[in-house]
């Protein structure tokens, strides 16, 4: 049997990965990439909370004080992400953090990334929405902010407003294909130009080749597609560069198992793990007070129960995100909405009560709740224990369910941030007894994000990142890390056009470092939408 081989081997489908197999295999190179979960498409997506369902797609992966939900699937994360499409304010890549100096590479600047995000926005492409687009959950949140003192806005999203029927279920995929997910531009576009994606194949580690011509040889298990932890065989991928992007999750575990036969790794691999300071809460609204102080009523007479009522992400206030303020002080508030699988998170009182006769009335009124998420600026105090000692990224318990080797407890400096969110909420919907504001109960499933970040990041100084200022691994020529680890500190907003951004911007360095490495590829491929 003849050895598998490649010319560029792209671990991941998500926004890291599918942007450079795009770029890369419209120019010329011969491109295969491994993705670890299923390929399904629309006419596969279901609006149900089954378990084989949203679980076929979505990882829940349990750590030590942080639980992360991942995508798992061909297009990854940005299959179930709420498509939510902001730029990172220009103060993030200034941050010092606790060490006291800059931690983005000096050549990484807001203006330096915004030609890369005018990209990306084009290609997905994103849509500025306006007040008609807003879900009646944002419209609550827009009110208590007029009434606060504050602005509020609409968020820009990668949706097809006219396609969308605002249906709720982006968690689960978007049946009608209005969500602009790596699925209906990067890879399809990839796969015009003869790239290979193979779904359900997850990588475990990066070793020399033996075979002549080749650098990196990259083992694989190929997963059963009825249970993923079954194993129908493994294989071995000769390849001439390797772009990891199996998200900040799976790249530090993939180099940590691959350190001895790498001959070493940087050691700031598996640490600086970010959450991007998320911090979920519920407001109970008040619903006679929804209506005589903010003056909303819907058609029917009722004035709010709309939580479960549109898109997940509508509306946000960017008022606390003020460059001048002190670094951990800076945050942005955002309406977003959760399935009801996540009810038993909301906290009865300050006490950890998730259970009991208390806790069945709060739920009882859950289409009353306005949730929102703060992004804050936190510590990157978050490290990755040794990895599994067999394969993947964690210990998978069952079909979405896993037991990761993250470890985060966050510093008094990221929960001083927290603290200044949760103040910023009750101010805003607490007033005149509008709603009562509860952070997620962090005994049950401790710190919860869906934007992991920061785990093999970038920077300038090789004692506290593991990536070059092109992406590229430390004392590794033609590995690259171009998906949310890569990515420094926490953004203050939705990490997944920064993430796309980044992995543009990293594109062409990646062509030339093929070209180095003998592979006939080129630079200038236009956006995949034109």
């Known amino acids: ?53 949203y679980n076929r797609i979505v990882d829940v992966i349990r750590g030590d004080g942080v639980t992360v939900v991942a995508g798992n699937c061909v297009g990854g994360g940005s299959v179930s992400y709420f498509a939510a499409s902001l730029r990172a304010p220009a103060f993030i890549f200034e941050r010092r953090g606790s060490i ?16 890369w995000y005018d990209r990306v926005e084009e290609a997905l492409p994103v849509t500025r929405t306006s007040w008609p687009d807003v879900s009646y959950a944002g419209g609550v949140l827009a009110a208590a902010c007029k009434r606060a003192g504050h602005t509020c806005n609409p968020v820009p999203v990668a949706v097809d407003t006219g396609r969308c029927t605002n249906c709720n279920w982006m968690l689960s995929g978007c049946r009608f294909d209005a969500k602009r997910s790596m699925l209906l531009n990067y890879l399809p576009a990839a796969e015009a130009h003869d790239a290979t994606i193979l779904p359900l194949h997850e990588a ?60 070493g790794i940087p050691s700031a691999v598996g640490r600086y793990f970010s959450t991007n300071g998320d911090r979920v809460s519920i407001a109970d609204m008040n619903e006679a007070k929804v209506g005589s102080l903010l003056g909303l009523t819907r058609p029917d007479g009722i004035h709010y129960r709309g939580l479960p009522i549109g898109r997940p992400i509508t509306a946000a206030t960017y008022d606390y995100l ?18 009801a699988v996540t009810n038993m998170l909301a906290q009865v009182s300050d006490s950890p009560r998730w259970f009991g006769i208390p806790a069945r009335d ?35 318990l069952a079909p979405g369910l896993g037991l990761g080797t993250v470890i985060y407890h966050p510093t008094a400096r990221t929960i001083g941030g927290w603290q200044k969110a949760d103040t910023a909420l009750r101010d805003i919907l607490e007033a005149d007894g509008l709603s009562r504001v509860r952070p997620w109960n962090t005994d049950i499933a401790a710190s919860v994000t869906a934007h992991p970040l920061s785990s093999a990041r970038m920077g300038d100084d090789p004692g506290t990142s593991a990536l070059t200022d092109t992406n590229e691994l430390r004392g590794h020529p033609g590995i690259f890390v171009t998906d949310g680890s ?8 939705n990490p997944s056009l920064t993430i796309a951004a980044i992995a543009e911007r990293a594109a062409p360095t990646i062509i030339d470092r093929a070209v180095q490495a003998g592979i006939r590829v080129r630079h200038g491929a236009p956006p995949p939408t034109q």
């Not at 001439?240 to 998200?247: D, E, F, R, T, Y």
């Not at 105090?381 to 067999?390: D, I, K, R």
């Not at 890569?486 to 907003?493: G, I, K, N, W």
């Open 100 to 115: 006291g100096r800059r931690l983005w590479p000096a050549s990484l600047t807001r203006a330096a990334l915004d030609p």
């Open 322 to 339: 003020d460059p001048s303020a002190p670094e951990y002080s800076r945050f942005m508030l955002q309406q977003i909405y959760f399935p």
């Open 486 to 493: 890569a990515v420094p500190t926490s953004l203050t907003v």
């Open 362 to 396: 709060l739920r009882s009124r859950w289409t009353s709740w306005l949730t929102l998420l703060a992004m804050t600026e936190d510590d990157n105090e978050g490290t990755f224990s040794p990895a599994p000692p067999l394969t993947g990224s964690f210990t998978r």
């Open 204 to 263: 475990q580690a990066i070793g020399p080749s033996l075979l002549t011509g080749y650098r990196y040889a990259v083992t694989y298990t190929l997963l059963d597609p009825d249970d993923y932890t079954c194993t129908l065989q493994t294989g071995t991928i000769h390849t001439k560069l390797v772009v990891l992007a199996a998200g900040a999750i799976g790249t530090p575990v993939i180099l940590q198992r691959s350190a001895l036969l790498l001959g």
């Open 1 to 53: 049997m003849s050895a598998q081989t490649t010319d560029v081997l792209v671990i991941g489908s998500g926004f890291g990965g599918a942007i450079p197999a795009y770029h890369l295999a419209a120019g010329g190179a011969r491109v295969t990439v491994l993705e670890r979960g299923p390929h399904l498409t629309a006419a596969d997506f279901t609006h149900s909370l089954r378990l084989g369902t």
